[in-house]
């Protein structure tokens, strides 16, 4: 009953607040609202409409996945942060915060490459390398940083797509980044 109220109630000029990235990333947890934005959902019954919406997707489509069995490992993603000690030098590497994935920055051309590495050692490394979903890095504000699939070696590899260097990149949009399955 509160539901139907909050989404349906009439507010003048209401529009869409947020962007659909901003609330994938806090149905999917990689990325927390903040208290404006959490304002801006509740004040807005059609984000929140948006956001119900998006929150049925993503159901929809973790439901429609095949059932695993109890022991098999299931990965749903990986976050990660820029460190305070990566950021006084050039930035190499970032890991995640479980240690399964790397993203590393080499200098190319004026420019950088990025590269993600998926562990070995990661108990669903041998489901990634064999299934070939989609993956993507994304940021702290939403923007993805690099899509694809992982090669025989478990790497995926693009080229930089932003105009400034790694470091002050993450460091622009709150130093997060995540690394995520691509929704079918």
């Not at 929140?48 to 973790?62: C, D, I, N, T, W």
């Not at 080499?106 to 420019?111: A, F, K, M, R, T």
């Amino acid at each position: 009953m509160r539901e139907r109220l909050l989404l349906s109630r009439a507010v003048p000029g209401d529009r869409l607040m947020l962007a659909d990235a901003t609330l994938r990333a806090a149905l999917d947890g990689s990325r927390a609202l903040t208290p404006n934005e959490r304002q801006a959902l509740s004040s807005s019954p059609l984000t929140l409409r948006r956001f119900r919406q998006l929150s049925l997707e993503r159901y929809a489509v973790l439901a429609a996945q095949p059932p695993q069995a109890a022991n098999d490992p299931v990965w749903i993603g990986s976050q990660g942060m820029l460190r305070a000690a990566s950021t006084a030098t050039a930035l190499d590497t970032l890991v995640t915060d479980d240690g399964h994935w790397t993203l590393h920055f080499l200098p190319q051309d004026g420019g950088w490459q990025v590269i993600l590495s998926l562990s070995a050692e990661a108990p669903f490394a041998a489901h990634l390398l064999r299934e070939q979903p989609q993956l993507r890095v994304i940021d702290g504000g939403g923007a993805i940083v690099l899509q694809g699939r992982l090669d025989a070696d478990g790497e995926c590899e693009r080229a930089w797509p932003f105009a400034t260097a790694p470091a002050s990149h993450f460091q622009l949009y709150g130093a997060g980044f995540a690394v995520e399955p691509v929704a079918p």
